[in-house]
């Protein structure tokens, strides 16, 4: 029978065919599929697998009319017991099968998957109506821990290695083909391998698989052809990226240190290549068709609330994410960060906003060591950016978002916070807000006093009327006298339009801040002293500056804007009845103050005369 079965000549097996109307494929198929398993296990040992070895050849055989003739005339009955044999759900039987038949059937459906002929395996999917292939992702997919784990060990991975052959096949047609034909069951139970909520199952694929299949998906991703990718994007709905964005967002915390680990940060680094990719194109096209899933999901892992999973992230992942994010915030190109804040809605900087003024002390302490201030250094560079068009669409485009949570930053009343800025940031953000304040460029300030409605020379002023003592001081001593030496700057500035600004548009505050602290009746001999001592009598000279100025213009404004207000303080002081406060006023001051009094009572009076 055997000899038959395997005879060379094709009109031998014609007539076998015909004439004996399949009776003897058919005792083959029938003892193949036979349900007893000791009418199996008696074939297997006695006739020393040759029946089954003749219909491994057959199936295996090269002529393509033989293999036609078989699909038509035995009405896909051999392959079909083949099948039932593969998805049968007998451990036992699978397991006999794979130790005694020493792989040779599931070997030759393999050889018949990763067939390089395209004439072949388009025959194959139309003809067998795809249930060679159904069978083998029924086995991929299974949900039987023992059945993958001995399809892994002993099939060699063969079977998984043809399936990732095809998914990472060069040639375009092949592809298309798969994903029309198959109805893209092979990469939908590739996903759902890789979603799979079981750990167990992932660590196997993992480490058993040696990464195949996640490479491969991640070659797709990050493949460089344009038309690829959009492919997949439309054909395979988003599916794929999908899945790695589940893996990404998934809030199991053994899960994601698990793919740091095994997977080598892999998954993650396609998708940063994919964030900071300098093709105009492919960012536009992710950004509309992938409805923004990538970057959502990497904002929620910035904004993430659990500090463990923002710990490991800025550890395992070697603050890849965060850079890109800053890349991507700190571009100098406008087109890109225009399409940035109109397309994605302003997330990535509200998200770096809300990292920013987050309440907690211990993810701000966090932030600061870790991620070497590269966000808010990003931040600072936005702010003091020189190029005017940029600056006026950040305040207009992000509702003066950045600029508000630095003066909240600023103006926070937890000392605490303020220390840490203060040392931590190396006084970065307090200084770029100097910067600002004292520009030269009368456009820019004009546009700051008008566009963010004075936010940030008010929260400048309430710094400086704080009333807390231990405030003051540490910021006389931190900010070594920045802020106040940059409001004395623009007191004493020698340009008249700046200064007929401040006092008109700001409504008098700075120079009224500076009153009311000079008029202070404060008990505390040690505030007054300090400010003596510590700010190098700066603002009580510039005060007496102001008043023996030789403008009469400036003097007339001052002495009726500011209702005689500075010159009542110094009244205030010269006649306090504090001794020790006037000792120190005349020996400390080095009589300045009696001196500018002097000259203006010894004046010509004049001025007083017509007033």
Known sequence: MIQLISASLSGLLSRLVVGLRERILDSVIQLISASHSGLLSRLVVGLRERILDSVIQLISASHSGLLSRLVVGLRERILDSVIQLISASHSGLLSRLVVGLRERILDSVIQLISASHSGLLSRLVVGLRERILDSVIQLISGSHSGLLSRLAVGLRERILDSVIQLISASHSGLLSRLVVGLRERILDSVIQLISASHSGLLSRLVVGLRER?????????????????????????????????????????????RLVVGLRERILDSVIQLISGSHSGLLSRLVVGLRERILDSVIQLISASHSGLLSRLVVGLRERILDSVIQLISASHSGLLSRLVVGLRERILDSVIQLISGSHSGLLSRLVVGLRERILDSVIQLISASHSGLLSRLVVGLRERILDSVIQLISASHSGLLSRLVVGLRERILDSVIQLISGSHSGLLSRL?????????????QLI?????????????????????????????????????????????ILDSVIQLISASLSH??????????????????????????????????VVGLRERILDSVIQLISASHSGLLSRLVVGLRERILDSVIQLISASLSLWATV
């Open 213 to 257: 299949i996640l490479d491969s998906v991640i070659q797709l991703i990050s493949a460089s052809h344009s038309g690829l990718l959009s492919r997949l994007v439309v054909g395979l709905r988003e599916r794929i990226l999908d899945s790695v964005i589940q893996l990404i967002s998934a809030s199991h915390s053994g899960l994601l240190s």
């Open 449 to 461: 006093v008008v566009g963010l409605r004075e936010r940030i020379l008010d929260s400048v002023i």
């Open 465 to 509: 009327s704080a009333s807390h003592s231990g405030l003051l001081s540490r910021l006389v001593v931190g900010l070594r006298e920045r802020i106040l030496d940059s409001v004395i700057q623009l007191i004493s500035a020698s340009h008249s339009g700046l200064l007929s600004r401040l006092v008109v548009g700001l409504r008098e505050r």
């Open 525 to 558: 001999s040690g505030l007054l002293s300090r400010l003596v001592v510590g700010l190098r009598e700066r603002i009580l000279d510039s005060v007496i500056q102001l008043i023996s100025a030789s403008h009469s213009g400036l003097l007339s404004r001052l």
